[in-house]
RNA sequence: AAAUCCUACCGCCU
């Protein structure tokens, strides 16, 4: 029988999912392959590796073989669901995670919100809100900094704005997503508000506004700002 | 056994 550390050790040190399905299979003889630390590890693994429908499918399949998934397996599924083709599994997870009593954590929203963002869901993308207020995940940064992204979004750029004022603070991811929530709805002067009130600025928060300003065929204002951008480097004020 | 968190674009994968 492999020693526990051994198999650790593999699980660490692997770096493709090939080598991970050879280590699965030599697991599954051994009928090791559904405890734990080992299911978890495997299943970590391959959600990290995600980068086709395959791969989701995979980790799915593994998920589905651990035995009493943790807060923790939750999450790693639901993140490779949001960012998948089907962003509604995370969703149905979610439910799953409720009912079987797993409560979720400060991680397992920003997954739903972003689920909801790529599905333009506004309604859920509410729903998950109000759970959000009733849990007292309302310090969180960046809780509400993936809701704000959800509304914008959603086209929805009085949710979004009202997340950023009410915020208790806000870093510049907070920022940027504002900016890049008023440049995916057009409007351009509220953008520039917004960028001209920013404390800090970093390559993102200039590509939103340059982004903004072309969508609305505002090409002159869009080469000024990447001229000034280059000239003075992102980060200057 | 402590791993999984937020924003633009690009790239990778289909």
């Known amino acids: ?4 550390s051994i198999v650790c050790r593999l699980l660490e040190n692997c770096r493709s999912i090939c080598e991970l399905k050879r280590i699965h299979g030599v697991l599954m003889v051994f009928g090791l392959s559904k405890e734990q ?4 590890k495997i299943l970590s693994f391959s959600a990290s590796c995600i980068s086709s429908s395959r791969d989701i499918n995979y980790a ?25 083709k089907n962003p509604y599994k995370s969703l ?11 409560v979720p954590d400060h991680l397992t929203y920003p ?3 972003k689920a909801c963002a790529r599905l333009m ?35 929805d750029i009085v949710g979004a704005r009202k997340v950023f004022d009410e915020m208790p603070a806000r870093n510049l991811v907070s920022w940027n997503t504002m900016v890049d929530a008023y440049a995916k709805c057009g409007k351009v002067i ?3 508000e917004v960028f001209d009130l920013m404390p800090e600025r970093d390559v993102v928060s200039w590509s939103c506004l340059i982004d903004g300003y072309v969508k ?4 002159m204002e869009a080469m000024e700002v990447f001229e000034r951008m280059i000239a003075f480097g992102p980060n200057a004020n």
């Open 111 to 113: 997954f739903l919100a």
């Open 1 to 4: 029988l492999p020693s526990h």
């Open 121 to 155: 869901e506004l309604k859920l993308g509410r729903c998950i809100h109000g759970i959000i207020l009733r849990k007292g995940f309302v310090l969180d940064r960046f809780v509400l900094n993936s809701l704000m992204h959800m509304y914008g979004s959603c086209s």
């Open 37 to 40: 630390p080992f299911a978890t």
């Open 216 to 219: 609305e065929g505002e090409y």
């Open 92 to 102: 149905r997870l979610f439910v799953q995670m409720l009912r079987n009593d797993v």
């Open 60 to 84: 799915h399949k593994i998920f589905l073989q651990v035995p009493f998934p943790s807060i923790f397996d939750y999450n790693v599924i639901i993140r490779g669901y949001s960012s998948s």
């Open 190 to 192: 509220s953008m520039r």
